[in-house]
């Protein structure tokens, strides 16, 4: 196997860059090889397949990928880190095919080489909407594999009526399955985060509707959810005309207008998008 990086080399890796690790960029490093390896398994992605990753610090998981042959394009916003990247691995997987676009990935309009998954370890303030918009952006990923704060994963893998169930369920399942793959240790990043992470699996589904009628079912989903305790002809109410229209567009939709939100499968919030 080659060598993956450790502990001491990820901190001298951070001294010669003097690199601090940031809340604002969400920069928790993973430090353990077998956490990386465990990763890299459960994504199950085949030799030779094309990977996108977001965030990848230092090069932790991207050593991962590269060793058990993956093609690898890594997104990265911190442009000490873009630079830094292909000569780590240039000096630890000489030749190995990686590419680097040193970005916000919330900004990629793309990824070029129409990569087939995503594995990441993302940035806990901003994994949501960095998902949603990759999945939008880049059609060509059927799966995905990312590391999350526990409360996201769970809240993006719940089903209608959970606890936790809310807008980026719903948003999620427009693109496909979400389930939890795993948890891992709050002890394998530098610096140790204050939360607990888990392992999410996508698979890409077909759409349920148009990429217009998306758009407007996410409107009604923000609308929903952001008066989650009112009923959902009180909380569509701006977005569908009013209460009494909202009412009507709901009963045509066969929703009971006196439900909540979180009722609601993202099947049900395409039947009100249409019947409006």
């Known amino acids: 196997m080659s060598a993956l990086l450790g502990p001491a080399e990820i901190r001298d890796l951070a001294d010669a860059l003097e690199l601090q690790p940031t809340k604002k960029l969400g920069q928790n490093f993973v430090v353990d090889g077998n956490t990386v390896r465990k990763i890299v398994r459960i994504a199950s992605l085949a030799p030779g397949e094309h990977a996108v990753e977001v965030g990848p610090g230092l090069g932790s998981l991207t050593l991962g990928l590269l060793e058990a042959g993956c093609r690898v394009t890594a997104i990265e916003i911190d442009r000490r880190l873009a630079e830094q990247l292909p000569r780590t691995v240039e000096a630890m997987q000489p030749g190995a095919p990686l590419e680097v676009i040193a970005a916000d990935a919330l900004r990629v309009d793309g990824v070029p ?96 509707g148009t990429d217009a009628e998306r758009r407007a079912v996410f409107v009604l989903v923000d609308a929903a959810f952001g008066q989650r305790r009112k009923m959902l002809r009180q909380s569509l109410a701006e977005v569908l005309g009013g209460s009494a229209a909202a009412s009507a567009t709901l009963e045509a939709a066969g929703v009971d207008p006196t439900a909540r939100g979180e009722q609601l499968a993202v099947a049900d919030f395409l039947r009100v998008a249409r019947a409006r």
């Open 113 to 208: 080489g129409e990569p087939t998954a995503l594995v990441a370890n993302l940035p806990y303030n901003v994994s949501v909407p960095v998902l949603l918009h990759l999945l939008e952006v880049v059609p060509s990923l059927t799966s995905a594999l990312v590391m999350v704060q526990a409360e996201v994963g769970h809240r993006l893998a719940a089903a209608p009526g959970s606890r936790v169930y809310g807008s980026p369920s719903v948003k999620a399942a427009w693109y496909g399955d979400w389930s939890i793959a795993g948890t891992i240790s709050r002890q394998v990043f530098w610096p140790v985060p204050n939360v607990d992470s888990v392992l999410v699996r996508f698979r890409r589904e077909d759409p349920p």
